[in-house]
């Protein structure tokens, strides 16, 4: 699995929550908007954190070297 | 102030973005239903009266004697509840029959000072005295009583004194502590009995006696006279006890018949003193037939209220019904966010620094997600993030439980933030699988590790390393970075550098929201000499950096990053050499700096300056275009609003532009250093929960000895629960917070409004006398 898709694993789970909180509780244009917010700002959070670890285990500098007692 | 209003144009205003629109209104009310009426605006609670009195003391308002007789009921109240606790720890007398009691037990004591008196008075002396003395004719009189124990000491010495040693006198303990008739309390005594020679010494005694709170009691010489007191006092006794437990149960009766109505007194009197308080914010008309109230009430609420009104007027069988009108003014409306159970907890984080000014861009919007998530990035371990869901779930799923009954500091505390832990739980759950950590144990649960050893025999794993063979690991850290040497060095250039991109992403986020509330203002030279030049500024310096650090990850280069940023500044037009990571680095780098250079006189200059021609311009126009809104700002001035131009002083506002440039490029470097905290408490948890596994666990494992086993799990789970799920969380917290606090909101958030305080009987559990 590369980069691109996990990202668009991403984007589909954010997008389906999206519709779930639209849909399951519609409590009017406002409050939507606010939970649309919650979710697109979790999602984008748990992305960043994902990508970075990710891409900073792409092209290793530094291998695990194994300690001498194992 | 009031008439900004409205959203961002394409999309519907968000919840909690900004704080309600208030208006500020005027309630005339008739005298007769003044009364109902607030009742009734104190069950919607959604008015914020002004106080138009501010200028009278509280004895000079209209309604001051209302107050006092609430009060009055308060005490009266208050002494009831005194009584009944009293009653109910031990039932012993009420008020009445307490003094009645108190006269008993003094009499009782006075009993036993005659008795102790008695032992005196068989000592020789007097006998002697009286037998030689009767020839001198010399009267000599005493005096006997109780004295406080600490203090008879000094009281005889200050008597031999008065006196020059013309008296003789005799102290004695009582062994049981005695209830003092002014105090009503227990207090050790002792009993004297003093004698003297004269009348002045007798006053001069009488007046010691006095100052040192010794009680005196009548004391007979004959023995005759002696034993009928005894007789008289006994038969007192003997009555007033039983006078005193028929009381007792009369009062117990008394007690429970006011103890069914306690609660209903208590409220009904603290409403009728919450209501008079507020009737007394509000001014007298000049005819005297109505009161003329102001406030602040969110804009929704005008028609509930005016139904309140109209309701209070038709139930108090008024004549006339209330008016209701909205007033313009200038004045800064109080802030109100309508929260729900779930967002209150983050709007109170916000609110702890201080509360958002008028219709201001709210932090809390992204705080509920952004907290628990760099709370998480310190906290990550899946295993912790169960425990802490799991305590979390249990004050969730109580909730109706815990709601009602009085808990304790710290379990309040906890209770309030129980949706704040349960998003810092599910956050750390999700950071702890991407730190593949459990407990500080990795498991390979997306896929196997992408490292093998480079050849069969596996002889250079401890020396060169193992080599990366498959894809790089799906999701989070690969396991086998667990215990090999270089596993520090790999999670510190990681954490270090994940610390720096979500800090620039978050700073980012607060300009943004500086934008967002410019454009709000219509503020066009908040966007452009603000808003503008602090990104450029930040992203050419701190972007360029992110940028940097996520090339050098896909491209596997060597180079070095601290040597880019430094000589980026220190030596701009030197070839870069190896440390080059792409081409026309050199022409890019001078590029961000002139931007940065150039982006900070963008910020101090322009502003100040456009802000002086602003205000010229509008001071020119107000001098002529007047006349006809004479009226309204007549009204406006009559109305309290603080009308008037504001003075303007070029200087002060180009020393606050000056203070606010240099904190802004200061704290750009500050703040991204600030968010290496992130990487330092994610390392000092990692490392902490790995030391309790391994020399606690590991090592009470490794003695085979079920004994000691037991032990070393006790310990860990202790550990475990005491330092890393309690204190790691309250620091971890803790540095969230100063995160938000800080170098997020202090990029946007003003903070200097005031919390929207309706007059409301919900919260009258905590009112102040």
């Known amino acids: 699995m590369g980069f691109l898709v996990t990202t668009l694993i991403f984007v589909a789970v954010g997008v389906i929550a999206s519709l779930c909180v639209i849909i399951c509780c519609n409590r009017g244009p406002s409050t939507n908007l606010l939970h649309l917010t919650l979710i697109i700002t979790a999602t984008v959070c748990c992305w960043m954190m994902w990508a970075i670890v990710y891409l900073a285990q792409m092209k290793p500098l530094i291998v695990p070297i194994l300690n001498e007692g194992e | ?769």
Request: proline content about 4%; aromatic content about 12%.
């Open chain 2, 1 to 769: 102030m009031a008439e900004i209003g409205g959203g961002g144009g394409c999309c519907p205003p968000m919840d909690l973005m900004r704080s309600e629109p208030m208006q500020l209104v005027q309630v005339i009310v008739p005298m007769e239903s003044a009364h109902l009426t607030v009742s009734y605006l104190g069950d919607l609670g959604l008015l914020q009266f002004k106080d138009l009195n501010s200028d009278k003391s509280p004895f000079q308002r209209t309604y001051a004697a209302q107050i006092k007789r609430c009060g009055e009921m308060a005490r009266k109240i208050r002494f009831f509840k005194d009584q009944m606790s009293k009653a109910g720890v031990s039932p012993k007398a009420g008020e009445f029959f307490a003094s009645a009691h108190r006269s008993a037990t003094a009499q009782q004591s006075e009993i036993e000072s005659q008795q102790v008196g008695e032992d005196v008075l068989e000592t020789p002396l007097l006998q002697e005295e009286k037998s030689v003395d009767p020839t001198k004719q010399v009267k000599l009189g005493f005096l006997t009583g109780l004295v406080p124990r600490e203090k008879s000491m000094v009281f005889e010495r200050i008597l031999f004194r008065a006196t020059r040693g013309n008296i003789f006198i005799r102290q004695s303990v009582i062994e049981e502590s005695v209830v003092d008739p002014n105090s009503g309390e227990k207090a050790e005594k002792n009993v004297f009995v003093v004698f003297y020679s004269g009348e002045r010494a007798k006053s001069k005694i009488l007046k010691i006696c006095e100052a040192f709170g010794a009680n005196r009691y009548p004391f007979s010489e004959e023995l005759g006279r002696q034993a009928q007191m005894m007789t008289e006092v006994s038969g007192q006794l003997a009555e007033l006890k039983t006078t005193i437990s028929a009381g007792l149960d009369h009062r117990k009766i008394l007690l429970e018949t006011i103890g069914d109505k306690f609660e209903q007194w208590n409220l009904k009197v603290r409403k009728e003193k919450a209501i008079y308080h507020t009737l007394n914010m509000l001014s007298l008309d000049v005819t005297k037939k109505c009161l003329v109230g102001e406030g602040w009430s969110p804009v929704f609420a005008a028609t509930e209220i005016q139904e309140a009104l109209q309701r209070a007027a038709v139930d108090s069988n008024s004549q006339v019904g209330s008016i209701f009108q909205v007033l313009r003014t200038k004045e800064m409306p109080p802030t109100f966010f309508r929260t729900n159970k779930f967002t209150t907890a983050f709007q109170e984080i916000v609110d702890a620094y201080g509360v958002a000014k008028y219709q201001e861009a709210n932090p809390t919007v992204f705080t509920i997600v952004t907290f628990p998530f760099l709370f998480a990035v310190m906290f990550g371990d899946w295993g912790h993030g169960i425990c802490l869901l799991l305590a979390t779930m249990c004050l969730i799923w109580n909730e109706k439980k815990f709601s009602s009954q009085k808990l304790g500091d710290i379990m309040e505390m906890a209770f309030g933030g129980r949706y704040v832990i349960l998003m810092m739980s599910l956050f750390s759950i999700y950071t702890g699988l991407i730190y593949n950590e459990f407990f500080s144990l990795p498991f390979p649960l997306f896929a196997p590790s992408a490292y093998e050893c480079r050849d069969a025999s596996c002889s250079e794993a401890t020396t060169i390393g193992l080599i990366k063979t498959r894809d790089t690991y799906p999701f989070g850290v690969d396991p086998v970075w667990h215990g090999t040497r270089s596993e520090l060095p790999f999670l510190n250039s990681l954490k270090m550098k994940m610390s720096i991109l979500l800090g620039v992403a978050q700073m980012n986020l607060g300009i943004i929201m500086s934008f967002f509330n410019a454009k709000f203002f219509k503020s066009a030279v908040n966007i452009w000499f603000q808003f503008v030049p602090q990104m450029i500024f930040l992203n050419c310096l701190f972007g360029y950096l992110s940028v940097l650090i996520i090339i050098k990850w896909c491209t596997g280069s060597q180079a070095d990053l601290y040597h880019v940023m430094i000589y980026m500044f220190l030596s701009p037009m030197e070839d870069l050499g190896e440390n080059q990571l792409f081409p026309n680095q050199k022409t890019v780098q001078l590029t961000f700096l002139f931007l940065a250079l150039v982006s900070v006189p963008w910020m101090l200059l322009p502003k100040p300056f456009i802000l002086k021609k602003q205000h010229e311009a509008r001071h020119q126009g107000q001098s002529y275009a007047q006349l006809d809104e004479t009226d309204e700002s007549l009204q406006v001035e009559t109305n309290g609003g603080s009308h008037g131009h504001e003075e303007f002083e070029f200087s002060e506002i180009f020393v606050h532009q000056l203070i606010h440039t240099i904190e802004f490029v200061l704290g750009a470097v500050s703040n991204t250093a600030s968010y290496l905290r992130l990487w330092a408490l994610s390392l000092a948890h990692s490392e902490l929960s790995s030391v309790f596994y391994e020399k606690v666990l590991v090592m009470a494992w490794g003695f085979n000895n079920i004994f000691i086993l037991i032990v070393g799990i006790l310990v860990f789970i202790f550990a475990t629960v005491g330092v890393l799920l309690v204190m790691e969380t309250l620091s971890a917290f803790l540095h969230a917070l100063r995160l938000h606090w800080v170098e997020y909101q202090n990029k946007f958030y003003e903070g200097d409004g005031y919390k929207f305080a309706p007059f409301t009987f919900t919260l009258d559990g905590n009112e102040d006398e």
